[in-house]
């Protein structure tokens, strides 16, 4: 089956520095990746994806990039906010079927 | 947006007991549904796919007659913990599929389950 790996475990940034979250997958038959906020106790809420037939995306603050070849995808958080410290999660999955999750990123954004 | 509703959010039991919790898709017809456990700090592990009207296919490591899993109708799955251990105690989280909206996945706001 698929295996997310996901990196680093915890990351703490200056309120407005940037944030990098990397994530690997080993199915290259994976071709949906969506990224997931996710607060204690709360369901993980989405807050980008990315197909396989487009090499990034980007939402406001929030982008996310894909390399097919060597299977990652990245997340970066530009201009960060306290209110974005949470833990976030990768996922990898064939075409929305189940969803492989990395091991999650404990973000912390100091004032 | 489309919701998917759990019930309960909350639930201690004691050792032995069995207990239910419900995932439902409130808007939409859900023909897959998938559960996953996640611990304390860790991440969400896939427990099973539960298909609409047929068997649920379970993960490698998951133990099917220990986490029995329904899925009578197009809006409703069911995952059973039986005769629950405290090594059970974990939070229990379900998404389901809206084919109708591209196949875009909701999640439940998740159960926590405490067994004593």
């Known amino acids: 089956g698929e295996n997310v790996e996901q990196h680093p475990s915890t990351l703490s940034v200056q309120e407005g520095d940037s944030a990098v979250i990397k994530c690997t997958y080993s199915d290259s038959a994976s071709n949906y990746f969506p990224w997931y906020k996710q607060e204690l106790g709360k369901r993980p809420q989405l807050i980008i994806d990315?197909?396989?037939?487009?090499g990034e995306k980007k939402d406001q603050r929030i982008a996310v990039t894909l390399n097919k070849t060597a299977k990652h995808f990245s997340l970066h958080i530009t201009e960060t906010q306290p209110e974005d410290s949470a833990v976030y999660f990768c996922a990898a999955s064939y075409s929305g079927n189940q969803f492989y999750f990395g091991t999650g990123t404990s973000l912390t954004v100091i004032p | 947006g489309a919701v998917v509703s759990q019930h309960p959010s909350w639930v201690i039991c004691k050792s032995g007991t069995s207990v239910k919790i419900e995932c439902r898709s409130l808007d939409f017809q859900a023909t897959t549904m998938f559960w996953y456990r996640q611990f304390p700090k860790q991440s969400l592990m896939l427990m099973a796919t539960s298909n609409e009207g047929s068997k649920a296919t379970y993960e490698q490591g998951v133990e099917k007659d220990k986490f029995l899993i329904n899925h009578a109708s197009l809006t409703l799955s069911t995952l059973t913990v039986t005769s629950a251990h405290p090594e059970d105690s974990s939070f229990y989280i379900c998404?389901?599929?809206?084919?109708?909206?591209?196949?875009?996945?909701?999640f439940g706001e998740g159960s926590w389950l405490t067994v004593v």
């Open positions: 990315i197909r396989s037939n487009v």
């Open positions: 998404s389901a599929r809206d084919t109708s909206s591209g196949n875009t996945i909701y």
